[in-house]
C-alpha cells in the first residue's frame, strides 16, 4: 500500500509563529498518527486519531499542539507559538492496532 | 513505561556477511513488534511486522525473530549488501495504540 503523502518536506519558521503540517489527501483511512524526531534523537510518539478524535496523546503534545481533519481529507498537526526546541522531523502515519504501521517520509521542521 | 534499546548502535560489515541487529523492551505485553529501516534525512520504511503471537517473519533476505516472554527481537540479514546501508529501528507496540520506538542500529556495509 502507499505510504503517507506529507508536505511541506522542509518548513522554516521564526519562534512564536504557528506552523501547519500536513499529510495529504488520504480518502479511506481511519487511524491517524503524528511522531517526531529530534536530531540524533528516538522517534517519538505524539498523538494519535480515530474517526475525528483524538485517541491517545503523549505527555509531549501539550496545548501548544492540536490536529484536526479540517475537510475530511488533509489531516494536519498545528504547532501554536513554536520554540526552537520544536525543530525536527515530523513524521505523519497510519496503521490499526494489529497492521503495519506506514510512515510518511515526514517534514523537517527548523525554527530559527 | 515501555522502553526500547537496540544494540549495537552502529555496525560496520563488509559486503556479503550475514548480520543480526538486537532489539529489546521491557515490558512483554506487546501486541506487536516491527522493524524499520530509515535513510539519512528520510521516513521509515516498514520491513517487517511481527504479531505477538508469532515467533518470527520473513521478507526476502530479512529475517525478524521474536522472543516476547524474554523481551527480546532481533533481525537477521544475510549476505549483506552496500544498498543495505542504513539505519534500523524496531519498535513495539502495547495496550496502546501507539509505537515505542528504540534507538536504532546504524549499518554500514562496505562494498
Known amino acids: 500500500e502507499p505510504e503517507v503523502t506529507q508536505t511541506p518536506s522542509h518548513q522554516v519558521t521564526q519562534m512564536g509563529q504557528e506552523v501547519i503540517l500536513r499529510c495529504v489527501p488520504i480518502s479511506n483511512h481511519l487511524y491517524f498518527y503524528w511522531y517526531r524526531q529530534i536530531l540524533g534523537q528516538k522517534v517519538e510518539f505524539l498523538v494519535s486519531?480515530?474517526?475525528?478524535?483524538?485517541?491517545?496523546k503523549s505527555e509531549i503534545f501539550d496545548d501548544q499542539f492540536s490536529v484536526e481533519r479540517p475537510d475530511g481529507s488533509n489531516f494536519t498537526l498545528k504547532i501554536r507559538s513554536t520554540k526552537l526546541e520544536d525543530s525536527a522531523m515530523y513524521f505523519c502515519?497510519?496503521?490499526?492496532?494489529?497492521?503495519?504501521?506506514?510512515f510518511g517520509q515526514g517534514t523537517r521542521l527548523t525554527v530559527v | 513505561k515501555q522502553e526500547v534499546t537496540q544494540i549495537p548502535a552502529a555496525l560496520s560489515v563488509p559486503e556479503g556477511e550475514n548480520l543480526v541487529l538486537n532489539c529489546s523492551f521491557t515490558d512483554s505485553a506487546i501486541y506487536n513488534l516491527q522493524w524499520f529501516r530509515q535513510d539519512p534525512g528520510k521516513g521509515l520504511t516498514s520491513l517487517l511486522l511481527i504479531q505477538s503471537s508469532q515467533r518470527e517473519q520473513t521478507s526476502g533476505r530479512l529475517n525478524a525473530s521474536l522472543d516476547k516472554s524474554s523481551g527480546r527481537s532481533t533481525l537477521y540479514i544475510a549476505a549483506s549488501q552496500p544498498g543495505d546501508s542504513a539505519t534500523y529501528l524496531c519498535?513495539?507496540?502495547?495496550?496502546?495504540?501507539?509505537?515505542?520506538f528504540g534507538g536504532g542500529t546504524r549499518l554500514m556495509v562496505k562494498p
Open positions: 486519531f480515530y474517526n475525528n478524535e483524538i485517541s491517545e
Open positions: 519498535a513495539v507496540k502495547n495496550a496502546g495504540n501507539m509505537l515505542t
Open positions: 502515519a497510519r496503521g490499526q492496532r494489529n497492521t503495519e504501521a506506514f
